[in-house]
């Protein structure tokens, strides 16, 4: 039993499998304890059933499942945006120290700035309508990626550049043919961190303002005190998320199998 | 005239924040013939990387300069392969396209590439790992692919630094015969930096020894021993009075360099 313990031993992929459920096990019994056994007033928290339920009627009666697809394209276009902005941005930076010289300081201060206290402004700016709520995510997300990105690309072994210019490779070649596939599968690991946060950005931008969207869903929620309906909408993001996280994986080891093999 | 003169070459490495400005070679010259095999002899920490840098054009020198076939060195370039003690070979490209990568920056029609390519990969025994990534590879298989990618991209000279250093004594004495085999096939120019006396004596037509930091050239010794040469002549009185003048020179340097460390 303790050789289990040996620091980055691998579990075999049952286990794994029966750890994972089991900790999710542990989560409902939990709450089913809780909420069945009288220790929380239903007011402050459904039940497990309760939530199902209020899930189903969320279906069949309020059509959440366009909530879903409005609030899952949301999050895709903003994110789709802000990734065509700071994947090649963050390359250039990494790679070339007078452009790194030159936005780094200005994308560490915007880094910082958060994205939901732009929403006013961007009310005012674009309305209530898909484009700023886009723009939230953008903006959450972009920042935070360009500075992921330059640092992933000025990292790369610098023997892998240096041989690259003895074959004779020119500037060129050592950023698209060395650089570019070199830092592709940390940038692609990036993509996926920041895809997460962007989900926390787009319901706070569907808080306010917004008449579709799970986020919006959510506050409505609330003004009838359905604590059903509340937890199920948050369980649909981390479902998504979760889905998400194992598209990225998967595609991840297709593309770049060289980087497991390690 | 020399293939390759290197002339009153000297590297101080700038001071740093914490560290003093470092001395690493002292005004060095030589002239290296069409078709040396030369093997550069030193302590470690002497020098000897960083001679072999500025020859490829990857390190500056403080002073002096650099002629290949008369030209003046200004940076890297095809003309002088490398083949660096770290394994260097592109983690995303398979065998195969490791070795075609210089033949691709050319902008070598691709049927052209592979055929190179393959009669290389023949020639360093690794035909039927073509399509394996490094990372399945041993450490020999690594090194091999990375001569066999200086050697398909056709440089004037080839520069080695010791790239069998890794490796351990039974496979590291086959590849001196694999790069001996190779030479004594088409006589390449060769700078090979070692610290084991043995690899530079078997393979060699001259020996430069280097003095301890800062490195100068203390010796330069023909090596005349028969071509082709096996492993066998190791075991020669010849190799054996050679083995016994370089170990003086070296043994004279290496406690120079620890009574300067202590
Ligand atoms: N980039 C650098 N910045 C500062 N000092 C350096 C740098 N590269 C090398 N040096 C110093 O220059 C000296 C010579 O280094 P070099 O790598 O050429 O030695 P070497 O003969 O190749 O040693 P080894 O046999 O251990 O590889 C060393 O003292 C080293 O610390
Ligand atoms: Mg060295």
Redesign the pocket.
């Known amino acids: 039993m303790p050789s289990l313990f040996t620091p980055l031993k691998p579990v075999a992929p049952t286990l794994r499998t029966v750890l994972a459920v089991a900790c999710f096990a542990l989560f409902f019994l939990g709450w089913g304890v809780a909420t069945y056994g009288g220790f929380v007033k239903p007011l402050f928290l459904a039940s497990p059933g309760d939530t199902l339920v209020a899930g189903v009627a969320l279906f069949r009666e309020f059509g959440f499942a366009e909530d879903i697809a409005v609030t899952v394209w949301r999050v895709f276009a903003g994110f789709a945006m802000a990734a065509a902005v700071a994947v090649p941005l963050g390359i250039l930076m990494g790679a070339f120290k007078p452009v790194e010289a030159f936005f780094e300081g200005f994308v560490s201060f915007a880094r910082y700035l958060p994205a939901s206290a732009f929403i006013p402004l961007l009310i005012l700016w674009a309305g209530v309508g898909e484009f700023q709520k886009i723009l939230v995510i953008f903006i959450g997300s972009v920042f935070q990626l360009i500075i992921m990105v330059a640092v992933i690309v000025a990292g790369i072994r610098t023997d892998l550049v240096e041989a690259a210019y003895t074959l004779g490779a020119k500037r060129k070649g050592v950023v698209l043919r060395v650089l570019l596939p070199a830092s592709a599968p940390q940038i692609f690991e990036a993509l996926r961190l920041v895809l997460g946060w962007a989900w926390t950005y787009v319901i706070v931008a569907e808080l306010v303002g917004a008449s579709r969207g799970i986020g919006h869903m959510i506050i409505d929620a609330q003004r009838f005190l359905d604590t059903g309906q509340m937890i199920f909408g948050i369980f649909v993001i981390g479902l998504i998320g979760l889905i998400t996280d194992f598209l990225f994986q998967a595609v991840n080891a297709r593309l770049f199998p060289w980087a497991r093999s390690r | 005239m020399s293939k390759l003169s290197i002339r009153g070459v000297e590297k101080t ?1 700038p001071a740093r924040r914490g560290t003093a400005a ?1 001395r ?1 070679l002292e005004p060095t010259s030589l002239e290296v013939a069409d078709n040396d095999f030369i093997t550069i002899l ?10 072999l840098r500025v020859v490829a054009g990857l390190e500056t020198p403080s002073g002096g300069e650099v002629l290949l076939d008369g030209q003046g060195v200004a940076g890297p370039g095809p003309d002088r392969g490398m083949v660096f ?1 770290s394994y260097t070979l592109f983690p995303w490209l398979s065998v195969r396209d490791n070795v075609c990568f210089g033949l691709r920056e050319r902008g070598m029609a691709r049927a052209e590439q592979l055929a190179i390519a393959d009669r290389f990969l023949a020639q360093v025994g690794l035909k039927g790992f073509e399509n394996h990534f490094p990372a399945q590879l041993s450490g020999g298989m690594q090194q091999r692919t990375a001569l066999a990618r200086a050697l398909a991209n056709d440089p004037k000279i080839l520069l080695l ?2 790239p069998f250093g890794a490796l351990d004594h039974q496979t590291r004495e086959l590849m001196q015969e694999l790069l001996l085999g190779i030479w004594e096939a088409d006589r390449k120019t060769v700078l090979f ?1 070692t ?1 084991d006396i043995d690899e530079a004596i078997f393979m060699a037509s001259r020996v430069v020894v ?1 003095s301890a ?1 800062p ?1 100068r050239i203390k010796c330069d010794i023909a090596i005349d021993l028969p071509h082709p040469r096996s492993y066998k002549i190791k075991t020669t009185p010849a190799f054996a009075a050679y083995k016994e003048r370089l170990t003086e020179e070296i043994r004279v340097e290496t406690i120079k360099t620890l009574s300067m460390e202590a």
Request: hydrophobic share 25%; with cysteine; glycine share 20%.
């Open positions: 490495f470092t690493a030193g302590p470690s920490g002497c020098g000897k990387s960083t001679l003690q630094d010791e930096v610290h280097m930091r490195g």
